[in-house]
């Protein structure tokens, strides 16, 4: 090959090869707009909570979840296709045995004479061929295939932290609602024990007919509210059950376990100083970047299949006409060769490829970006709703103390003759709002908690 020929060569594997990937550039923030201690660092983050209950549901979610074992079956096919790519990198060798026996046609006068018409062949090889990476055409197919697996195991990361998260907030909605229908039995029971005194003083021509009516219609309120409150419980137990992966049999008949609701809260935002960087360890994002990283690859891919490919074979065996002498001296052969293959006219199909694939890693830059934007908005998003989360709970908790008072001064005014017993009802009924709303203030702000985490990505 002269001096010409053999540049010409470098400049086309020159132009085959694809520039390095190299992350795209993001504008992020310098640091977090609020800070508080850090907590978690081990991922196992739903702890913070203190919930022996919540945390034995967590483990069994990620054990059998279907969603979870559709993820792991996604990242071992992924496993899989990234062996098949790297064993195109290697040579392929083959063994053969082959038995053929003819009969030749005499009647054309093209079959020599004294051969026999029938014949045997009996042949016993071993084939190798190997493809010449020239291009790099392999090598870039395998490493889209190891950045698919990479997105894949991302994708399975994603999917236990938003299984993760939904089994927080689903357990924390079940307690809520076991608190609020707890507080309205409650409610009804101090309700009934109190009508029933006030049928007695009605009895007595104490009270009016028209006031009997009055708490009568009251108490039934309250029970009213009941059967709603417990149908939505059973239909959150029903949906964390399915949650939690469990047989159809298990979903109709076996209770959820859970802990009472308690009311301690906890503070968790992050540190001062944690850099934006951080985020981009969200499984989400290193999703994205992976399958750019893999778009990136398919684009070498593309483009190397437009240059010479040279594929070496060889096969060392033997044959002969009787099995007795397969293996004798005289019936071994061997064969050597080498195959150049340079497209020539493909109808613009090479090339059309090679649009295809930029055209993909431009969808994935993209999709990295919004990625990237949604993971920021979400942070954000928490940050704020696990603050106001908190506040919301602390000014509840204050409205139920000052009902509470409300109610005591109403009750011993009525005691004493100077107030009405639509003035206690009517304080009863502003007491239960508050409790019910202050459980609602305690669920979100444990919620908020768990989308926190989610954002920051575990």
Same mark, same amino acid.
């Given at each position: 090959?002269?001096?010409?020929?053999?540049?010409?060569?470098?400049?086309?594997?020159?132009?085959?090869?694809?520039?390095?990937?190299?992350?795209?550039?993001?504008?992020?923030?310098?640091?977090?707009?609020?800070?508080?201690?850090?907590?978690?660092?081990? %991922?196992?983050?739903?702890?913070?909570?203190?919930? /022996?209950?919540?945390?034995?549901?967590?483990?069994?979610?990620?054990?059998?979840?279907?969603?979870?074992?559709?993820?792991?079956?996604?990242?071992?096919?992924?496993?899989?296709?990234?062996?098949?790519? &790297?064993?195109?990198?290697?040579?392929?060798?083959?063994?053969?045995?082959?038995?053929?026996?003819?009969?030749?046609?005499?009647?054309? =006068?093209?079959?020599?004479?004294?051969? @026999?018409?029938?014949?045997?062949?009996?042949?016993?090889?071993?084939?190798? +061929?190997?493809?010449?990476?020239?291009?790099?055409?392999?090598?870039?197919?395998?490493?889209?295939?190891?950045?698919?697996?990479?997105?894949?195991?991302?994708?399975?990361?994603?999917?236990?932290?938003?299984?993760?998260?939904?089994?927080?907030?689903?357990?924390?909605?079940?307690?809520?609602?076991?608190?609020?229908?707890?507080?309205?039995?409650?409610?009804?029971?101090?309700?009934?024990?109190?009508?029933?005194?006030?049928?007695?003083?009605?009895?007595?021509?104490?009270?009016?007919?028209?006031?009997?009516?009055?708490? &009568?219609?009251?108490?039934?309120?309250?029970?009213?509210?009941?059967?709603?409150?417990?149908?939505?419980?059973?239909? =959150?137990?029903?949906?964390?059950?399915?949650?939690?992966?469990?047989?159809?049999?298990?979903?109709?008949?076996?209770?959820?376990?859970?802990?009472?609701?308690?009311?301690?809260?906890?503070?968790?935002?992050?540190?001062?100083?944690?850099?934006?960087?951080?985020?981009?360890?969200?499984?989400?994002?290193?999703?994205?970047?992976?399958?750019?990283?893999?778009?990136?690859?398919?684009?070498? &891919?593309?483009?190397?299949?437009?240059? /010479?490919? $040279?594929?070496?074979?060889?096969?060392?065996?033997?044959?002969?006409?009787?099995?007795? =002498?397969?293996?004798?001296? @005289?019936?071994?052969?061997?064969?050597?060769?080498?195959?150049?293959?340079?497209?020539?006219?493909?109808?613009?199909?090479?090339?059309?490829?090679?649009?295809?694939?930029?055209?993909?890693?431009?969808?994935?830059?993209?999709?990295?970006?919004?990625? $990237?934007?949604?993971?920021?908005?979400?942070?954000?998003?928490?940050? +704020?709703?696990?603050?106001?989360?908190?506040?919301?709970?602390?000014?509840?908790?204050?409205?139920?103390?000052?009902?509470?008072?409300?109610?005591?001064?109403?009750?011993?005014?009525?005691?004493?003759?100077?107030?009405?017993?639509?003035?206690?009802?009517? +304080?009863?009924?502003?007491?239960?709002?508050?409790?019910?709303?202050?459980?609602?203030?305690?669920?979100?702000?444990?919620?908020?908690?768990?989308?926190?985490?989610?954002?920051?990505? %575990?």
């Amino acid at each position: 090959m002269n001096k010409s020929a053999l540049l010409a060569v470098l400049l086309l594997a020159g132009c085959a090869v694809q520039p390095t990937y190299q992350r795209p550039a993001v504008e992020l923030p310098q640091a977090w707009k609020e800070s508080a201690p850090r907590y978690a660092t081990d %991922g196992r983050w739903w702890k913070i909570y203190g919930d /022996p209950a919540l945390d034995k549901l967590v483990d069994e979610a990620l054990v059998h979840n279907a969603d979870i074992a559709l993820a792991v079956a996604r990242v071992d096919e992924a496993r899989a296709q990234l062996g098949i790519s &790297e064993s195109y990198l290697y040579p392929r060798v083959d063994a053969t045995f082959d038995r053929s026996r003819s009969l030749n046609s005499t009647a054309t =006068g093209l079959f020599p004479p004294n051969i @026999p018409r029938e014949q045997n062949d009996y042949r016993a090889a071993v084939r190798v +061929s190997y493809e010449v990476d020239l291009w790099g055409k392999l090598r870039a197919g395998t490493t889209a295939a190891r950045a698919d697996l990479l997105a894949t195991e991302s994708a399975r990361d994603t999917v236990r932290l938003a299984l993760v998260a939904q089994v927080v907030r689903s357990y924390f909605t079940l307690s809520a609602l076991d608190a609020r229908v707890e507080l309205t039995r409650r409610t009804i029971a101090l309700r009934e024990d109190a009508l029933r005194l006030q049928r007695r003083r009605n009895v007595n021509g104490l009270i009016s007919d028209f006031e009997l009516r009055q708490l &009568e219609a009251e108490a039934a309120t309250v029970r009213a509210q009941l059967p709603p409150l417990e149908r939505d419980r059973d239909t =959150g137990e029903a949906a964390l059950a399915v949650l939690l992966g469990r047989s159809p049999r298990a979903i109709f008949e076996d209770a959820v376990s859970r802990a009472p609701v308690g009311t301690n809260l906890m503070s968790t935002v992050l540190p001062d100083g944690m850099p934006s960087e951080l985020l981009l360890r969200r499984p989400d994002v290193a999703e994205a970047e992976q399958r750019m990283i893999a778009a990136n690859a398919r684009i070498a &891919e593309a483009r190397s299949a437009m240059f /010479p490919s $040279i594929v070496l074979t060889g096969l060392l065996g033997s044959e002969s006409a009787a099995l007795a =002498g397969l293996f004798s001296g @005289p019936a071994g052969m061997w064969t050597l060769a080498a195959a150049f293959l340079q497209p020539i006219f493909q109808g613009g199909r090479l090339e059309a490829e090679t649009e295809v694939a930029k055209a993909r890693e431009a969808q994935a830059l993209a999709q990295y970006q919004r990625v $990237i934007q949604t993971a920021f908005r979400e942070v954000r998003e928490a940050l +704020s709703s696990q603050t106001r989360a908190r506040e919301s709970f602390d000014a509840e908790s204050e409205r139920v103390r000052a009902l509470s008072e409300t109610l005591r001064l109403a009750q011993r005014r009525y005691e004493h003759g100077l107030a009405s017993q639509l003035d206690v009802l009517d +304080s009863e009924r502003g007491l239960l709002t508050a409790e019910q709303s202050r459980i609602d203030a305690l669920r979100a702000q444990r919620a908020a908690i768990a989308d926190l985490y989610k954002a920051l990505g %575990g």
